[in-house]
């Protein structure tokens, strides 16, 4: 390793030591319907995180033209699938960044695969990450179901119907799955009753994280 290569080594380390003691680093994970996008939002002004979308730090990386956004960019263009490398690299930007500025995070939900976990993993070592908790919200299926028709129907989609919506929650499960059985080898995974009232949920979530 090269001079300047411990060095960001090193500052990596010291502001990861400095942020394992004041900062919360969660993933979120939870099916369609299970209000994890309210819950994101919470946990971020409460613990003052950095909410990291993959969809939203691949939009800002094309729009400033960084190397990896434009390589996603050529992707996007043809219609393609922007690929796993591509997508981590630039988590593993947003980290080292957040590491230098003292923010914790939360993933909102990514990693997807045990490819993309393991990928993840590797950062997490590499920039001296050591606690991260992992949060999954769950609901039973037929409460979902009934939850987003109802949206559908209320916001005017018509293809949000009960056939599309269990084979979307199928898609979840079956993606999902394998990261949380892997998740479980490696680090705890906390499972949140995603029924009842939001503030309730809200303080399930603050008493699993203690």
Do not use: W
Request: with cysteine; charged share 25%.
């Amino acid at each position: 390793m090269g001079h300047t290569g411990l060095c960001i080594r090193i500052f990596a380390e010291n502001f990861s030591i400095h942020n394992s003691q004041f900062n919360m680093n969660l993933i979120l994970f939870g099916p369609p319907g299970v209000g994890k996008g309210t819950q994101a939002e919470r946990l971020r002004d409460h613990y003052h995180l950095h909410h990291i979308s993959t969809g939203d730090i691949l939009r800002a990386a094309v729009k400033a033209g960084t190397p990896l956004g434009l390589e996603a960019k050529k992707y996007m263009d043809s219609g393609g699938l922007v690929p796993d490398e591509v997508i981590i690299g630039l988590v593993r930007e947003v980290l080292l960044r957040d590491q230098a500025e003292g923010k914790g995070f939360l993933l909102d939900g990514f990693p997807r695969t045990v490819a993309q976990a393991e990928a993840l993993e590797k950062i997490f070592s590499e920039l001296a990450i050591p606690d991260v908790h992992i949060v999954s919200l769950d609901a039973p299926e037929d409460e979902l179901v009934t939850r987003l028709v109802k949206r559908g129907l209320e916001s005017g989609r018509s293809d949000d119907t009960e056939e599309t919506i269990r084979r979307r929650l199928e898609v979840y499960h079956d993606q999902t799955s394998p990261v949380q059985e892997y998740y479980n080898k490696y680090r705890s995974v906390h499972s949140v009753d995603g029924l009842g009232d939001i503030d309730e949920i809200t303080r399930r979530i603050h008493r699993t994280l203690g």
